[in-house]
T-cell receptor
Framework: GEDVEQSLFLSVREGDSSVINCTYT??????LYWYKQEPGAGLQLLTY?????DMKQDQRLTVLLNKKDKHLSLRIADTQTGDSAIYFC???????????FGSGTQLTVLP | GAVVSQHPSWVICKSGTSVKIECRSL??????MFWYRQFPKQSLMLMAT?????????EQGVEKDKFLINHASLTLSTLTVTSAHPEDSSFYIC????????????FGDGTRLSIL
């Protein structure tokens, strides 16, 4: 079955880089997503990557995909206090329209 | 970018009340909308998939008579929590998917439901 796993917590110092990791099991995944959720809010789409890509960069965000190992990572450069939030990894398997979400990683940025 | 509006953002009501939550796609047509429930410190749990003009598809364990979903137009889906009880208190989030192939899901800001 489908399963997406993330570590639950990550703490970094302001100005450092953050790397949030995600593993998934469904090899038919076509798209993989990163969403950000701030307290009491919905999910904000940060970025996504098609399964035939290895890397995607968008300003401070870099997504790396290792399809062989089914491993996805999100790197946030120059992490700021406003980046403190929960980050969800999600996959879109095959022809399915719904997403499968990971448990979310709580990122805490320390001053 | 694509915008999804969810209303109300917070509801507090007495046990036994029915509560309606609206999810609107503001700048695109949403053929499919999803309704999720999120418990504190947990991930999103898909409740149902709503397709415009047809009956919603509910996930296993979700009571369709308890959580009524209507998707009467390409820009609006509603979730009604009927005869709500304290155990229905939760954060409910909708997302919408447009007609463009491989378009990502866009989420509303969620509704905090508190049943007293």
């Amino acid at each position: 079955g489908e399963d997406v796993e993330q570590s639950l917590f990550l703490s970094v110092r302001e100005g450092d880089s953050s790397v949030i990791n995600c593993t998934y099991t469904d090899s038919s995944s076509t798209y993989l997503y990163w969403y950000k959720q701030e307290p009491g809010a919905g999910l904000q789409l940060l970025t996504y990557i098609f399964s035939n890509m290895d890397m995607k960069q968008d300003q401070r965000l870099t997504v790396l995909l290792n399809k062989k190992d089914k491993h996805l990572s999100l790197r946030i450069a120059d992490t700021q206090t406003g980046d403190s939030a929960i980050y969800f990894c999600a996959e879109k398997p095959g022809s399915a329209r719904q997403l499968t979400f990971g448990s979310g990683t709580q990122l805490t940025v320390l001053p | 970018g694509a915008v999804v509006s969810q209303h109300p953002s917070w509801v507090i009501c007495k046990s036994g009340t029915s509560v309606k939550i609206e999810c609107r796609s503001l700048d695109f047509q949403a053929t499919t909308m999803f309704w999720y429930r999120q418990f504190p410190k947990q991930s999103l749990m898909l409740m149902a998939t709503s397709n415009e003009g047809s009956k919603a598809t509910y996930e296993q364990g979700v009571e369709k008579d308890k959580f009524l979903i209507n998707h009467a137009s390409l820009t609006l889906s509603t979730l009604t929590v009927t005869s709500a009880h304290p155990e229905d208190s939760s954060f409910y989030i909708c997302s919408a998917l447009g007609t463009v192939k491989n378009q990502p899901q866009h989420f509303g800001d969620g509704t905090r439901l508190s049943i007293l």
